[in-house]
């Protein structure tokens, strides 16, 4: 590895690369100051920018004031912002790795924009990619999981793509590379580490050169989803469009690639594969549905499939429930918690106590208000029942309506908060592990 070969690799990447600006996100370490190194040693026209998370203490700080002391000597432009990383996680209900995610790339982007730089580098090597083909595998997903990071997405540039963490750090060294060490790298507490300190090294020894030819492997299943990304592109074209009029339903339920091309759909746009089965069951076209990814909402209705960006106005009526059972968000208080009933004499049950069979309960849990039309089936009937026309037997206030709520768990009612559980969620046999839930 040498500024010679960096440069082919670039050309290669876009034949006019000395006329671009690049914006490097650099953090201090390693790869990222290699990465610099490589640019000023090439005269390339670059940027710095850094972000500041506030989850290592001194460290961050260090990291900071090293990579901005690195841009001044270099005499080139520092962007840095500071984060209260551990706040945006619990507002967005998000684990670390993941928030610092979203907030590094949404502030890359807005520097870039309004700056004007051509492309964000960032330093990820070839031994990040088997890394993350071995994560992907271990997630459910298709090619969009086990493709993984790509060397050019956009506005986004990884030019060390091709060179390994070994190649890197021989660069490093022979070209006397400051840089500075990150201690939550050689922790085991993140399932990438682990898999870099003892998977990875053991796979090594038993088949020499694996990563190399997974990297390889990756190359090719990256060409695989783009032309699979385009075909299906092609063959749901023929049944509308998902944000203006929506895919037509009895025409992609009758299609004879119906799910294939439901589960690539659903994860282009980050939902859940396993949602295709429960759309393509839908029968009933008067009944909404509504399927929510993290920036996403698909709404299934009146026999059309309608994609729309969820907005801090949509997002705001929409709470969600994992599995640690978190309430504090909610729009009202509650307790959760599983256990174990013996008799259906401890199932008693009042307005502000419900239980629902543990079987039957999906996470993440969604709460949201009730919508007109919508159907559950109360505990104690066989049948669906439209919930306006269940409010109207008991007599309920027009005010009252307006500020009840419903539980769903995937796309079915479960519960219509302070009122009925729906009897598909009913504990049937005893004993039974049980979700119970208490208003406040």
Known sequence: MNVELFCSHLSSLDNNYRERRYLLAVSGGIDS???????????????????NFHLRNEESLRDHEFVNNS??????????????????????????????????????????????????????????????????LNRRGGLSVLAGIRESDRLLLRPMLVFSRKEIADYAAANMVAYVEDSSNESDKYLRNRIRHNVLPLIEQWLPGFSDRAASSVSYLQQSFCFLNFATEEALLQLGHPEKEGYDLLKLQNHSMAKPLLIQFLLTHGFRPEMAQTILDISDYSEPHRFISAEKILHVHRGRLILREKTAETDAKFWYIDSDLDTSDLPMKM??????????????????????????????LLVRKWEAGERFVPLGMNHFKKIGDFFTDLKITVPERQSAYVMCSDIRTAWLIGYRIDQRFAVRAFPAKVLKIKLL
């Open 335 to 364: 307790l959760m918690e599983f256990t174990t009933v013996n008799h259906i004499e401890e199932l008693r049950t009042d307005t502000e106590t419900a239980f629902f069979c543990a079987d039957e309960i999906k996470f993440p």
């Open 71 to 136: 841009a001044m000597e270099a005499g080139c432009d520092f962007y840095v912002e500071e984060f209260d990383t551990i706040q945006f996680a619990q507002t967005n209900r998000l684990n670390i790795q993941d928030a610092a995610r979203k907030l590094r790339y949404g502030f890359f982007n807005r520097i870039a924009l309004e700056f004007k730089f051509d492309f964000v580098c960032t330093a990820h090597n070839r031994d990040d990619v088997v890394e993350t083909l071995l994560m992907g």
């Open 33 to 51: 100051m290699t990465m610099f190194h490589l640019f000023a040693s090439a005269g390339l026209s670059f940027a710095v920018v850094h972000c």
